[in-house]
């Protein structure tokens, strides 16, 4: 068979690679990025279910809108407006998870050859779709503090690209919590560049104690002219059910519109068995206790795991703890003669019965082959603590 060129740019995730590899009795894998199961509230999802059938079947159960289903949308604004950002129903579209999002603003804006700037590292789905559509990709670095705003302004300069992503609230995979600071400078960047900047906020609802700073859009009225260059992808795979496949977009009304004819073609809509549900369990009221219990079960593992990493590996490891989110971001010294490439260094820990995620495959360029990602979300306190010991061993 002879397909299409632009599969010439892409390959199969490392991490859907990985874990083929899981397969061995007795494993504890650090590797997925996925929320724990056991903390998706069954009970209230299924009253929220039963409650969209009773009240309104033929919405949950017909063809819908491709915007979306309207009693979400009114939800999802409610949501959105009790973190400070004010938006219409009519201003958001309801997308199948925040992967579509990013898929369909690789179909509406990016054209074979356009640069796209994304942090380095980044999401791995993002290099891969943007890929796809034929974008260049160019890295702007990473601290402990988010994208360095500093090096995205002169790449901004130097490249004028379609559009910047970032993940600015505990960023898969690096975990790091953009400050309010860098988030004003992001909008202003935005303004005197006439850039678009693309929000990806999967995370920012896991937050371990205090909050974290306001999202970029609901900053946006503090610098005028920004709201119009932004776009905003939510979720709520990480925080009440990735099964529900339920993500929004909230964007100018021109790009939603483009989205949505995409979105015609690619799926129809989301599923209104699903939206239906989500909008029923939103109403419900359950969420805010759903999110308390989440964020204090992350904690906990969180911190029982960067105990365990200084443990065990010691200097060998350098990290910072993170304040939210589902992962460490860390990166091998080499310390003591230790092992100083993750790819290797991954393969060892699978005979000692755990995993993880080489951190190479989420640079777009220049990949770090001494960094790594660890979940902690689906490891219980002990299992977190008896697989780090295990990774102890394997370095």
């Known amino acids: 068979m002879q397909f299409a060129s632009r599969l010439d740019n892409v390959e199969t995730s490392a991490i859907r690679e990985l874990f083929k590899l899981l397969g061995k009795p007795g494993i504890i894998s650090f590797a997925g990025g996925f929320p724990d199961s056991a903390m998706f509230d069954v009970e209230g999802l299924k009253e929220a279910a039963d409650k969209a059938l009773d009240e309104e079947p033929g919405g949950a159960l017909q063809y819908g809108a491709t915007e979306g289903y309207d ?144 999202s970029i859009m609901a900053l946006s009225d503090q610098v005028p002219g920004s709201r119009e260059l932004l776009v905003h992808c939510g979720s709520l795979s990480k925080v009440l059910s990735p099964g529900l496949r339920i993500g929004w977009m909230i964007a100018p009304a021109e790009l939603l519109a483009k989205a949505t004819m995409c979105k015609q073609f690619s799926d129809a809509h989301t599923s209104t068995f699903a939206q239906a549900t989500a909008a029923q369990y939103l109403k419900s009221g359950r969420m805010p206790a759903t999110l308390a219990h989440v964020r204090e079960v992350y904690a906990g593992r969180a911190q029982a795991m960067g105990e365990a990493l200084k443990k065990e590996l010691g200097d060998a490891i350098a990290f910072t703890q993170p304040h939210g989110g589902l992962f460490f971001w860390a990166a091998l010294t080499g310390a003591g003669g230790k092992e100083k490439d993750a790819g290797a260094f991954a393969k060892k820990a699978i005979e000692k019965g755990v995993a993880f995620v080489p951190g190479a495959p989420f640079f777009a360029e220049k990949p770090d082959l001494a960094t790594l990602r660890l979940s902690f979300a689906t490891a219980n306190v002990d299992k977190i603590r008896e697989g780090i010991a295990r990774l102890g061993q394997a370095l």
Do not use: W
Request: a negative charge; aromatic letters at 6%; charged letters at 20%.
């Open 71 to 214: 009693p979400l949308r009114q939800q999802l604004s409610d949501f959105m407006k009790t973190k400070g950002v004010a938006v219409d129903p009519s201003g958001l579209i309801v997308t199948t998870g925040s992967q579509q999002a990013l898929d369909l603003l690789g179909k509406t804006l990016i054209s074979p050859g356009d640069k796209v700037i994304v942090e380095g590292p980044t999401f791995l789905a993002t290099i891969q779709c943007f890929r796809l559509y034929g974008a260049q990709l160019v890295s702007a670095p990473v601290d402990a503090h988010g994208v360095d705003t500093d090096r995205l302004e002169q790449l901004i300069a130097e490249h004028k690209p379609k559009f910047v992503y970032l993940i600015p609230t505990f960023g898969n995979p690096s975990g790091a919590m953009l400050s309010l600071e860098r988030r004003r400078k992001v909008l202003e960047m935005a303004v005197r560049h006439n850039t678009v900047i693309v929000e990806d906020d999967p995370y920012g609802d896991l937050y371990f104690g205090e909050a974290p700073p306001p």
